[in-house]
C-alpha cells in the first residue's frame, strides 16, 4: 500500500481520506485557507465563482443530514452543481458493486466525490479507484477517520486559543467506536498540542490507544484538571442499552459534562461536540448553551472549512 | 405572549406566521409584489437576482410534494439557493430536539426557513428563537394555519373580482381540521369581506366558529345561495372512515360541488380548491374542470406570492 | 390515434416518446447536436446558456438513480432550474390523479418533464395532456420505450463505427421484458443496419419479434459469429429465479458473454450494455473491463444526448 495515497509525488494533497499521515503545513494550509473563506458567509451576497460549472456528487450511503447539507452548502457557496445521491446498502446490494457505481458517476464527468460510508477504507478504495483528475474527500467512514470535522475542530480551536503549543486538550466519551476522535487525535498530535486526553469508561477506549500519543484517564475530576479545551464526543443510541454501557443515566452520571466537573477545567477553557448531542446524557443543557460552549460557532467554520478543502482539491 | 411576534417594532414582516393579526395594508403590500412578480413568470427567461447567494432551507417535518416544490420553485426564480431536508418526526425524536436542529442550522448561514410540521406553533416557536437576521415563513403547522395558501386565494380572488368590499364568499367542507381555512377566514375578514359564510356539517365546525365573523350553513343549496365566491377544502382521506362523518360516499351527496349545487351560486362565481383535490369527494369532476373553476390559477398564482412573501421578508 | 404525437405538423420534435416513428433524419439531428455538445464537457467550465430559467421536472413514479442523476447532470450543464419529484405510485394512489399532478406542475410554470413510469403510455398520456409550450421526454415507460437510452446507443455505435449502412448487430438477452431493447431496434433499423439480429431464450422473446425486422437466435455461437456490435441487456433480478428462467447460472451458461463467447464476433466488434451490470449473470467481468467494453463511454455520450434532446426540444 501507497504510504499516503491522498499526496500527489509532490505532495499536494488530491484527496482528503484521512488526517492521519498529514503534515502540519498542510493542515494549517486548510485552516489558512477557510479562515479567507470566513468573511464570504457573512457579505451579502455569499458566493464565489471557484468551482463554477463543476460536478460534486454527494455519495451518501448512509444517512446523515447535517454533514450532507454542510457539504452541500459549501459547493454551492463556491458555485458548484451538487447532485445528492442517497445510496441505501441495501438497494446497492441488489445490482452493482461500489466501483461500477462510481465508474459510472464518473463517466458522467464527475469531479469530486464526497463519501459517507459504513464500511472503514470506502473512501480510501473509491480514491485509488478513479481517474488523476476527480478529487474524493472522506465524510466519515465506518470507524475510521471523519477528517473535515478534526479540521472544523482545529479551526475552532485555533480560533480561541490562537496556538496549539501550550494547550491542554481532552477528548471525552465513546473513543472507541469514534471516527471523529480518531481524526482529532491525528490532528492535534500533528499540530503540536503537548498534552493530549482522552476520557472514557476502559469498554469504550480501543486497544492500545496510549500508543497515539494521548494520556488515559477513567475518571472526568482528573482527566478534566486545568485543560483549554474540552471535545465531547457523540454517544450513538445504539449502544446506550448495549454491554459496552449500564445505562445512559449511568454515563451521564460519571461522563457526562456538568457544570460541576467542567469546573475542574481551566477558567477560560471552551466545550466542544460535534453534534448532534444527546442533552443529558454526553452533555448538560446548562454547558451546551452556556458561555463556554463552541458548538454553534464550530459548524458555522465547517462551512468555510469545507468550502476551503473542496476549493484546495479543484485547484491541485 | 407579545401580541405579533411577525412584525417588527415599525411594523415591518419579520416572519410569516400567520394571517391573524395582520394588518389589512400588509396583506395588500403582499399582493402587490405579487402582482408585479406575474410577468416575470411569463417571460423566457425567468431569473430574477433578489434572492442571490440567500441560502433557503424546506424545513418539511410532513410530507409535501406540492407546497415543498413551489416554494423551491419560488425561491430558485428569485435565484436563492434552496436546500431541501424532509425530516420524518421519527428520526427527530431519535436525537436532536427542533430548536438544536435550527440552531445547527442557523449556524450555517441559512437566511430563511419555510417550515412545515404536524405540531401548531411550531414555526412561532423557531421565529422566535432564531437571530434577528434569519426569517421564518409558516407552511402549514398542525391545525393552525396556512399563511400562503390563504394568500394566494385573496390574490385569485382580487384577480376575479377586483376588489373584496361586496363579496359573498362561502368555504366548505372540513373547517374544522382545516389550517387553510382558519387563515382564509382571517384574511377575508381582514381584506373587508362583507359576508363570509362556512358549510359544514356539525361534526366538522370547531366550536366557537361564529366568533370568527362568519355565517354557519349546514346545508349546501342555502350556504351557495348567490355567493360570488366558492372555497372547497380537502377532506383528509384518514377522516373519510372515521367517526365524524358517514362516508366519503355521503359526504359527496351532501356536501361534494356538484354542478346542481353550484347552479345557487352566482351565474359568474369562482370555484376554488386548495388541492390535491379527491375528486367524488369534495368535488364532481365536471366542476373542477369545468370554466367556474379557477383552481390551477391558484397554483401559478402561488408561485408569485411565495415569491413575494419572501422578497419583502430578505428586504426587511 | 394520432399517427406520431410527438411531431408538430411542420415535422419539428415536440416531445420524445419512441424512436418508433421517428425520421432518420431526426435521429441523426439529435445526433450530430450531442457531438457538438461532448466539447462542453470537456471543457474546464462545463455550462452552457440555453435553458436558463427553464423549470425542467424530473417526475419519477419508479425509482432510478442513475437515468435521474444523467438527467439532472444534462439539465444543469444547459443552465436550467432542476426540480427532482420522486413519486411513489403508492402515494400516487392515495389521491390526486396523474393528470391532476401534471395539471398542477404545469400551473407551476414547469418547461418541461423528465418521465419515468411503470406503466406502457404514461409519456404519451402525459404529452397528450399538456399545453404546446410544454415538452415531455419519455424517460422509460413499461415494457414500452426508453428513447434517450437508444439514442446513446447509437452514438456510441456510430462513434466507434462511423456509419450504420454496413453493420451487423446483436442484441442479446431479455428482449421480451426490455424497453431499452425495443427502442434499439427501432433506432437501428430506422438508422440503415442492414443486419439486425436478437439472441435469447424462446421465454425471453416476444411473440412476433421477427415482424420488428430482426433476425432470431437461440445459440450465442451463431448469434455473435461476424458481429461489429454486441448490445447486451440487463436481466431484471426479479425474473432470475421466476418460470422463464431456470436460474441466473444456468442463464450465464448458455447467454452471458464471455471472452470465448465473444471469439465468434469481429475481431474489432464493441460491447455495450445499458447498465446496471449483473456481473456473472448477463456478462463476466473480464469482457465488461476489457478492451472492446465501451460501457463506460455510453454514460459519458448519454448526458450529450440528453442534452441535445432537451436544447432541441426547448428550441422547437
Redesign the interface.
Known amino acids: 500500500m501507497h504510504s499516503n495515497p491522498q499526496l500527489s509525488k509532490n505532495g499536494e494533497l488530491q484527496h482528503l481520506l484521512t488526517i492521519e499521515g498529514l503534515p502540519a503545513t498542510l493542515l494549517t494550509q486548510i485552516l489558512d485557507t477557510a479562515q479567507s473563506f470566513i468573511g464570504v458567509?457573512?457579505?451579502?451576497?455569499?458566493?464565489l465563482p471557484l468551482l463554477?460549472?463543476?460536478?460534486i456528487f454527494n455519495l451518501f450511503f448512509e444517512?446523515s443530514?447535517?454533514t450532507r447539507?454542510?457539504f452541500?452548502?459549501a459547493a454551492?457557496?463556491l458555485s458548484a452543481?451538487v447532485?445528492n445521491?442517497n445510496?441505501s446498502t441495501s438497494?446497492q446490494s441488489?445490482?452493482?458493486?461500489l466501483l461500477?457505481?462510481i465508474?459510472?458517476?464518473?463517466?458522467?464527468?464527475a469531479d469530486m466525490f464526497i463519501v459517507r460510508h459504513a464500511q472503514s477504507g470506502a473512501a480510501h478504495l473509491i480514491a485509488q479507484h478513479v481517474a488523476p483528475n476527480v478529487h474524493v474527500i472522506n465524510a466519515g467512514d465506518g470507524r475510521h477517520e471523519h477528517p473535515t470535522q478534526a479540521l472544523l475542530d482545529m479551526f475552532t480551536i485555533r480560533h480561541y486559543k490562537r496556538e496549539f503549543a501550550n494547550l491542554r486538550v481532552a477528548i471525552v466519551g465513546d473513543i472507541l467506536h469514534s471516527r471523529v476522535a480518531r481524526s482529532q487525535i491525528h490532528a492535534l498530535t500533528t499540530l503540536g498540542v503537548p498534552e493530549l486526553r482522552v476520557i472514557a469508561p476502559k469498554t469504550l477506549l480501543p486497544a492500545g490507544v496510549e500508543n497515539l500519543g494521548v494520556h488515559v484517564y477513567h475518571d472526568m475530576q482528573r482527566g478534566l484538571k486545568d485543560v483549554d479545551v474540552v471535545m465531547m464526543l457523540r454517544l450513538q443510541?445504539e449502544r446506550m442499552q448495549g454491554p459496552l454501557l449500564p445505562s445512559a443515566q449511568e454515563f451521564f452520571k460519571y461522563y457526562g459534562l456538568t457544570a460541576e466537573k467542567l469546573a475542574a477545567a481551566r477558567p477560560d477553557a471552551i466545550v466542544m461536540h460535534p453534534?448532534?448531542?444527546?442533552?443529558g446524557v454526553e452533555i448538560d443543557s446548562s454547558v451546551a448553551d452556556g458561555p463556554r460552549s463552541v458548538i454553534?460557532?464550530?459548524?458555522?467554520f465547517?462551512?468555510a472549512v469545507r468550502m476551503a478543502v473542496m476549493s484546495i482539491l479543484a485547484g491541485n
Open positions: 458567509t457573512e457579505r451579502e451576497v455569499k458566493k463554477r460549472g463543476k460536478a444517512p443530514t447535517r447539507t454542510t452541500e452548502i454551492k457557496r452543481d447532485i445521491l445510496i438497494s441488489k445490482g452493482e458493486t461500477d457505481t465508474d459510472n458517476l464518473e463517466a458522467m464527468h443510541s453534534g448532534p448531542m444527546n442533552r454553534l460557532p464550530q459548524v458555522t465547517g462551512i
